[in-house]
């Protein structure tokens, strides 16, 4: 308790070397926090736009539908499942689809589409769908006959709203599926591929339209961004009866983007590895100067008789102090920067946003305000601090008290 008050007065003693010091710990853990939450943001928000529109970042279809998917792999909805589901607090919201093909036909053009039943209501509130329009307007459940295609396949059929589109496909079983719908909008989709493609109705009118009521080929969850996706998905193995039904995760479903995130982060890696050397250097520049600063004033202390390693030891608990004082002051500063920035996202606008929609991005930067963030990257910086405080314990073991007091 003594080295610890004796440690606290001493970086008191010089306030503007300690506010120094402080600072510099402060702003590489500011400047570590922000970097981590930025990149975290960014894959994070790109994961929940990517699965939002398709997969989910869990999926329960019938056991053997990823091999071969087919309408007549499809399931039965069931109602019991679903409140089953939605009493796990991590799933936020369920979305029924039935997914199949279709030849779409509109006066002399004909093209191969990707049909898409859907709950406008769950579309709607989870992805925004309704603000995708560019042309028309965002469709009913109870519209059983209209529909909404992707700008690209309005372009390819030379179709515009309230045209009314053929299509013809196979449903279930075997039986045959036909029927007209009217273009109620024209959407303009991120991916260019689904743009090109898809065409979603209301579930109820798919469902008809198939021969098959009630059936879904895949019930899509969504979970919250930071959420533990394995654990999730052993939590719905738990619900589910597994002899019946299949859980995939997102990776598991598309391991394409899952391998491009990581290669991806292994840049990341070494920007932020660059990063914290920097930082470094920053701080043994700080304890440099202070060592230098009290190197007659060691000198002394050592030459009435304190001994070496106590001295080392104090100067060590000072440091660490120090470290810890900037530590604190940046997570509190990263905090309110992270929580500004999660509640007002960077939005692009001009030229730049144009590249980040034909690239298929949403141009906006997101911060990430999970906590693992703040705890690994404070916690980095703070080994880093105690490891070069070590430098200045290292220097008085070897200091020799008369060449200290007269330098």
Known sequence: MM??????????????????????????????ITFRSVTDGVYENMIHNVVSYSSGYLQIHKKGYWDEQSIDNSFEADEQLSKKLLNNPKITYLMPRLETFALSSFADKTKGVMVLGIDPVSEKEVNRLNEKIIEGQYFESNNVDHILIGSGLAEQLNTKVN????????????????????????????????????????????????????????????????????SSKRAVENTIDIEAYEVMTWKQMMPEMDQFIEADSAGHYIIIGILYFIISFGLFGTLLMMTFERNREFGILIAIGMKKRLLAYVV???????????????????????????????????????????YGFEPIIYFSGHIRIFITQTLIILVLAILLALYPGFKILRLKPVDAINS
Not at 17 to 23: D, F, M, Q, S
């Open 316 to 358: 060590l608990l000072e440091s660490i102090m120090i470290s810890l004082m900037g530590c604190l002051m940046g997570v509190l500063a990263g905090i309110l920067i992270v929580h500004l920035f999660t509640e007002n996202p960077v939005q692009f606008s001009g030229s730049l946003r144009e590249v980040y929609e034909d």
């Open 3 to 32: 080295f610890l008050k004796l440690a606290w007065l001493n970086i008191w003693r010089n306030r503007r070397r300690t506010l120094i010091t402080v600072a510099s710990v402060f702003f590489a853990v500011l400047l570590a």
């Open 163 to 230: 045209d009314t589109l053929v299509l013809i496909g196979q449903g279930y079983h075997a039986s045959s599926a036909a029927g007209k719908f009217k273009i109620d909008g024209i959407l303009k989709l991120g991916s260019p591929e689904l743009n090109s493609n898809v065409i979603y109705m209301p579930l109820q009118a798919s469902q008809y339209l198939y021969g098959a009521e009630n059936r879904l080929t895949s019930l899509s969850i969504m979970l919250g961004k930071t959420s533990d996706l394995e």
